[in-house]
């Protein structure tokens, strides 16, 4: 496995962030050796519901690029083949196989500039139901100063986050900033969707305080203990 978000163990983050957003239906762009596509798969197979569109070039990247074959046996061995579909298509077209508002999370890691950010932003945003999560690879300043991206002069991704007036005004946003740092956007929610989220919120509150769960039980299913 050669990802980069080993070095920070993106992938107990990742777990986290496809539980707390509700399995439903996901999109992964750029895949490589399939790090987050296999936990995000997991994560949706234990689940029980969600399904992964998972894309990438593969071999007409020319680049440090996925094979199909290599990442759909992956799939099989990890008995995911139910739950995450491969693609082979580029960014702004896979946008077009999804109805708007029809996704829970997207993420989108290609060799992430800030002009791909902004094309992600316009593909995707329609896409990305309110509450949802849009996510980028990349993002902090240190991240903009790797030397591909000094070297072939790309966009710097930091200042389009902080300047893109879709992401400014639908979205609420964090960068990560340890390497290889991450941006997690949060679409905000309309009026009528908060109202549905505060009659979950309560209906969530009412079971808490009724839970008998010791705190042995928490600390065991949160850590396997």
Known sequence: ????????NYG???KALVTVVEPGT???VGLLDGY???ITGEVLRRAG???LYAYDLFEDYPYTHARKQDLQRKIDHFGLSGVVTLRQKDMVAAAADFADQSLSMIHIDISNTGAIVRQAVQAWDPKLRPG???IFEGG?????KVGWMERFGKEPIFPEIHSNPCLNRDYTFIVLHPAPSLVICCKNLTAGEREWQELGYEALTRGNLHSEASD???????FGR
């Open 1 to 8: 496995m050669k990802s980069s978000y080993i070095l920070r």
């Open 12 to 14: 107990q983050l990742f």
């Open 26 to 28: 996901c999109v992964e």
């Open 36 to 38: 987050s596509m296999l």
């Open 49 to 51: 519901k969600g399904h």
């Open 132 to 134: 949802g999560l849009l």
């Open 140 to 144: 902090s300043p240190l991240r903009d």
């Open 216 to 222: 042995e039980d928490f600390l065991n299913d949160l």
